[in-house]
């Protein structure tokens, strides 16, 4: 057998190095900052944890993105997150049990079997922000606004918002009744925008022709404002969920845009993004340079009910090497770094660890170390005069 190069690693699995590691810090850091000033509060979830804890109120596409293993100590099936967020659902259903709305964030690294498609690696650095206990569009907002901050502080420029309902989806398909298998082959049809399948699959329906034609419009309700407008016209005999869907999808672009006049949004109507997830408005945050989502979220009411409190809940989560890799240029100034030589002396010892104490950055050199200070990245020395030592910049 072929023996693989111990330096290799899994594919979709990467190390950080120095320069990226610090980068991803300080962004990770400054987000988490802007958590805390809106109110967020900081929770740690397990990287490992009950199988069934970690699927709760999600569909079939993070099963498959979840690794499993069984407990040696207590037989159970076990799974490596792959998403954070029932995690977090959990901790304010059955840990925190407050009676008010509560604001929870969260950072660590999710592990995914397989890479998506146009990013292949298999452990995102997630990071994201939860609001629990609100039932309303000033919630959404809200969580929306902190999405846009949270872009903004990691330098990235010229965003489009893309907004959808899939209560809009839910409602059509159960006032066509349509079974649970019909429900999820619609859906599939729909993500992968296949036209002439939905004509065949949607005519084949035992249905009303009514019915038949707001199933077949929903990839046509995307774009502008006008989207709202046509959708309202075309799906005007729906259920009263689509119309209020709607309204709430009307209003809400209302607040962003008098809030955000320059930020371009977008309607698709038949996007259903996290949809055996979510229950009500979902939102992507784009740029250009982008193929996909850089930023993603939605509400996703009634998730603690399976831990013992169903509670109304919206929130985002992004891939915090994704937003470091759309600045680059952020942090790349050279920092200061103080080379200190190895002599024994307690006067060197002592400024040494004040230096530390203020917080500059000093390295000690090794006895026999070899090479130029200037080849570490070394910006000062420390040089004796008299009996003191003083930093010195190097030119």
């Known amino acids: 057998m072929q023996q693989k190069n111990s330096w290799l690693l899994p594919e979709g699995i990467e190390e950080v190095l120095p320069e990226d590691a610090k980068r991803l810090e300080n962004l990770r850091s400054n987000i988490l900052n802007v958590f805390k000033r809106w109110g967020y509060q900081l929770v740690i979830t397990p990287f490992i944890d009950y199988l069934d804890s970690l699927l709760t109120g999600s569909g079939h596409d993070l099963d498959l993105q979840t690794f499993k293993l069984t407990d040696q100590l207590s037989g159970e099936m076990l799974g490596i997150r792959a998403d ?5 659902a959990r901790i304010d259903a059955h840990n925190l049990k407050h009676a008010w709305p509560t604001r929870l964030c969260y950072t660590g690294t999710v592990l995914h079997t397989v890479g998506d498609a146009l990013e292949k690696s298999r452990s995102p650095m997630q990071i994201g922000a939860e609001l629990y206990g609100h039932n309303g569009l000033e919630s959404d907002l809200e969580i929306i606004q902190l999405m846009l901050e949270m872009l903004a502080i990691s330098g990235i420029q010229h965003v489009h918002i893309d907004l959808g309902h899939v209560g809009i989806y839910r409602a059509l398909c159960r006032q066509a009744g349509l079974s649970k298998i019909q429900e999820t082959s619609l859906f599939d049809i729909l993500q992968r925008k296949a036209k002439s399948e939905l004509q065949v699959f949607v005519q084949e329906l035992d249905i009303d022709e009514q019915l038949k034609q707001f199933l ?3 990839p046509e309700l995307n774009g502008g404002r006008e989207t709202l407008v046509k959708a309202s016209q075309v799906l005007s005999k729906a259920d009263e969920t689509v119309n209020k869907a709607l309204q709430e999808l009307t209003l809400l672009a209302d607040r962003l845009a008098l809030d955000f006049p320059s930020l371009p949004i977008s309607f698709d109507l038949a996007e259903l993004r996290g949809y055996h997830y979510h229950t009500g408005i979902v939102f992507a945050a784009f740029v250009s340079s982008v193929g996909r989502e850089i930023a993603r979220g939605g509400r996703y009411d009634n998730i603690g009910a ?18 470091s890799e759309l600045n680059p240029s952020e942090n790349k100034e050279q920092a200061e770094l103080i080379f200190a030589p190895a002599v024994n002396d307690s006067a060197l010892s002592e400024a040494v660890r004040n230096l530390r104490a203020a917080g500059r950055c000093v390295v000690q050199e090794l006895p026999g170390q070899s090479g130029d200070y200037r080849s570490m990245g070394c910006t000062a020395v420390l040089e004796k005069n008299n009996k003191d030592w003083i930093v010195k910049a190097l030119a």
Do not use: E, Y
């Open 84 to 88: 954070m967020t029932p995690q977090v």
């Open 306 to 323: 399976v831990f013992g409190r169903a509670r109304p809940a919206t929130g985002f989560s992004a891939d915090l090497k994704v937003l």
């Open 216 to 218: 077949l419009v929903l």
